[in-house]
């Protein structure tokens, strides 16, 4: 079954992928285990496995193990439908003087599987072999890659068409761009993928989206895999790589999660979209111990905040915003800033805001922001806030940068609307890559609640709402009603916002206003007045209390609820 995959599989494949990947269980979620004493880990292998959906787990078959630690690990496995693929490869594998070594080690695992029950068979084989770690790599990679080549048909000679062990392999991304070794035409990549019954690329990277996102750096190897009736999954790590952004190491779990989640969305409209893959047990089970580290009630407190529009009265009035602060129990602040301003007119306040447990996220915005012509004001802002954060002391640091920008609000947006929001899509992506790039800040941004209704540019099955939910590490839904409960209330408004956000493990905080509106008294508390706000509010906080990507609300804005 190696060289060729067979038309009943295919017949099955296509049928599955005709009905879509829109549920997760219907695509495969792999991990790599490696490195570990199978015999001592056992049951906590699988229970990650059980625990977090892995139906394939690529293990290192290890000479030195007993043959019995493989077997009773697999005969637990296929009790939970989970299948284990033998795992083998170094970066040595793939010179020619090592090729006995792959040889050794297929034979190794067909030894194996005679010998056993069938309920404690390997269902595959998975070769991980990485020669750019070599230095011959770098002395001759054309050498490198016509011997690996050699290597591997070495390997392919080995297995009858009939073969019941499912061969697969991973690979760098970056192969697309390396000639195959007699065949000129054809990027490596595309060979390989073209030998096994499926490949999981190494898409090593933290980000989706854009010139450097997953997506775009894997797109050839799909192109190929779909022509060839081939299947990919899609590798991604958490391991700590020293390099920030191939990694989720310095991001965490949930955000990992998120972007494959996203990637199924993105990608599973490939016939060849098999799954996704995650490296590996050791690093995952290490980032979980870190966060089950974490206090408790980090993780529970919802934010309750308030914007300061005028960057004068930041500057003024740091001991009143401090004391209302502490009044109001509000523990987080959008605080525009006076970009003219020297870094010590901010800092005291900062520090002594995070000393009493008040986040501050340095806000800024206007309508025209949306604009192309109008990025560098945008830009101005982001890096005013990097600069600074790089020249004070920690605990003076701004803790993330959030966008209100309004284009609906100029004449300009009923004219040409859709031209409108791609300029906006552009220069929010734009934010958000300056933003995280070499930080730790939150990027976050105000979103009205009926954009829900609203299509996004170039992807018309897509809302706008749920596109910028995507970006952003919280959004603030402006769901300005005077009710909480009902038709037309807070939670009706925001619940789309908010149950989007939860499937694919997003922030959420509901922005409520408190600003004099005459036209329009059911968009604003001010008429009810504080009372009556902090009672729907309460509701608010009851109703979406279960949903973990509820963060909390804010209140617009300090001008307007400081009474004094």
């Known amino acids: 079954m190696k060289k060729q995959v067979s038309y009943y599989l295919l017949t099955i494949t296509a049928l599955i992928l005709l009905m879509g990947f829109s549920d997760s269980d219907e695509v495969q979620k792999a991990m790599w285990v490696e490195n570990i004493d199978i015999s001592e880990k056992r049951d906590s292998i ?30 637990q496995a296929n009790e939970n439908d989970i299948e284990i693929h033998a795992l083998g490869g170094e970066p040595s594998w793939a010179l020619e003087k090592n090729q006995q070594q792959n040889l050794d080690f297929i034979q190794r695992v067909k030894n194996y599987n005679e010998d056993v029950s069938k309920e404690e068979r390997f269902e595959g084989i998975h070769l991980k072999i990485q020669p750019q770690y070599l230095p011959e790599w770098y002395e001759g990679q054309t050498t490198v890659i016509k011997e690996w080549k050699q290597n591997l048909n070495a390997v392919l000679d080995t297995f009858p068409e009939d073969d019941s062990l499912e061969l697969s392999s991973s690979i760098p991304f970056w ?19 073209s030998q096994f019954d499926h490949t999981t690329i190494l898409a090593y990277r933290d980000t989706l989206e854009g010139p450097n996102g997953i997506v775009n750096l894997t797109k050839d190897e799909f192109e190929a895999a779909d022509n060839l009736n081939k299947q990919i999954l899609i590798g991604v790590t958490i391991s700590d790589t020293g390099q920030d952004y191939t990694t989720f190491f310095e991001e965490g779990i949930s955000d990992m999660n998120m972007h494959l989640n996203l990637v199924d969305k993105h990608l599973g409209t490939h016939d060849s979209y098999r799954g996704k893959a995650i490296d590996d047990f050791s690093s995952l089970e290490a980032q979980e111990e870190q966060s089950s580290a974490q206090p408790e009630e980090d993780e529970n407190e919802n934010y309750r905040g308030t914007y300061i529009w005028e960057a004068e009265t930041l500057i003024n009035e740091k001991d009143r915003i401090i004391e209302f602060a502490t009044e109001k129990n509000i523990n987080l602040l959008y605080t525009r800033l006076d970009l003219t301003q020297p870094y010590s007119a901010y800092s005291d306040f900062v520090e002594e805001a995070n000393a009493k447990g008040i986040e501050v996220h340095a806000m800024g915005g206007h309508p025209s922001w949306a604009l192309k012509k109008e990025k560098s004001r945008m830009l101005n802002l982001v890096d005013y ?13 701004f803790l993330g940068i959030h966008l209100d920008v309004e284009p609906y609000t100029e004449p300009s947006w009923a004219e040409d609307q859709q031209e409108i929001l791609s300029q906006w899509m552009d220069n ?24 829900d209704d609203t299509e996004t540019p170039g992807h018309p099955d897509t809302p706008f709402n749920e596109w910028v939910i995507n970006k952003m590490d919280h959004t603030s839904v402006m769901a300005f009603r005077d009710h909480a409960e009902g038709s037309g209330g807070i939670l009706n408004a925001a619940q789309n916002e908010v149950n989007y956000a939860e499937s694919i493990d997003k922030n959420i905080i509901i922005s409520v206003e408190m600003k004099k509106n005459t036209a329009n008294p059911h968009i604003s508390f001010y008429d009810e007045g504080e009372d009556v706000m902090e009672e729907e509010l309460d509701i608010v906080n009851e109703e979406l209390g279960s949903y ?5 609300h804010v209140v617009h804005a300090y001008r307007y609820w400081n009474n004094d």
């Open 548 to 552: 973990s990507s509820y963060q909390g």
């Open 428 to 451: 929010i992506e734009l934010f958000v890559n300056e933003t995280k790039r070499e930080s730790n800040l939150e990027a976050s941004m105000d979103l009205a609640m009926w954009f």
């Open 385 to 397: 806030v990097k600069t600074y954060n790089q020249s004070v002391d920690k605990e003076q640091r």
């Open 175 to 193: 192969l697309d761009e390396v000639e195959t070794p007699g065949e000129p035409e054809t990027p490596f990549s595309t060979w390989l993928i």
């Open 46 to 75: 699988l229970n990650e496995a059980e625990e977090k959906g892995f139906n394939v787990l690529y293990v290192r078959m290890d000479p030195e193990t007993p043959s019995n630690a493989y077997s009773s690990l697999i005969r």
